[in-house]
Structures are given as structure tokens and as C-alpha cells.
């Protein structure tokens, strides 16, 4: 397959697969005009990445996936350290995102969002932070 196949197959740009490529994530076979040529082992690797990506886990976190699915000899343990790692750092990105909200909620809240120019939203914004 080309890069054109694999990218509708795979559902990913190609510019996508051309950057895994630039960093070690697939090496494709080289034709000998140069042409990159995917098999179903490539196309089937990023399917695979395109999914934990989709997951939110990062590159490394993938490289780390990938080399695990690879290996035959792997112990689940360690694919559930990483998973849960991840979902450790997911549940604090919603944490922080859920404190986010609410105060955003709060100065909304608070603003008449009327002609006048007294504006909570502008004040709790230019306020420095009670953390530091």
C-alpha cells in the first residue's frame, strides 16, 4: 500500500504517518524509487497508535504501547501500570478542568452583561492568583 491507502485505511492525514515515520513510531519499506510501501503489519501499527492517541496517551506513552504489544514475553502488569498512570493523569487534568469551570461559572454569574462598563468577569481575570 501507499501512503494514500494507508492514510484512508488507518483514518489518519498523511502527513501524520509521515511524522511517526520522522520519529521511529513506523519505518515503512522503501521501494526502489523511494516510495514509501506499507504492509497490513504498518497499517495495523497505526490503527493501533491512532486509537491510543485517540485515548490521550502521548507519543512516548505509544513508543512504550507498542513495544509492549510487541513483546510476547510482556507481563500484563506492566500495560496496566502505564494505562493507569494515564488514567491517574486524566483524572487530575478533570479536576483541574472541573475548578476551571466553576470559577468561570462564578464570575459569569456575577457579570449584570449589561451597558454598563463594571465587569466581574474582567476584574476576577486581572486579580493575581490566590495561589501565588
Partial sequence: MNIGDVADAAGLPAKTIRYYEDIGL??????????????????HKLAFIAR?????????????????????DRASADVKALAETHLSEIDAKMAELSEMRRTLAELVQ??????????????????PDKAD
Fill in 110 to 127: 456575577a457579570c449584570a452583561g449589561d451597558h454598563r462598563p463594571d465587569c466581574p468577569i474582567l476584574k476576577g481575570l486581572a486579580a
Fill in 26 to 43: 513506523i519505518t515503512p519499506h522503501r521501494s526502489a524509487n523511494g516510495y514509501r510501501q506499507f504492509t497490513q503489519s504498518h497499517l
Fill in 52 to 72: 491510543a492517541r485517540g485515548l490521550g496517551f502521548s507519543i512516548e506513552q505509544c513508543r512504550t504501547l507498542l513495544a509492549l504489544y510487541e513483546d510476547r
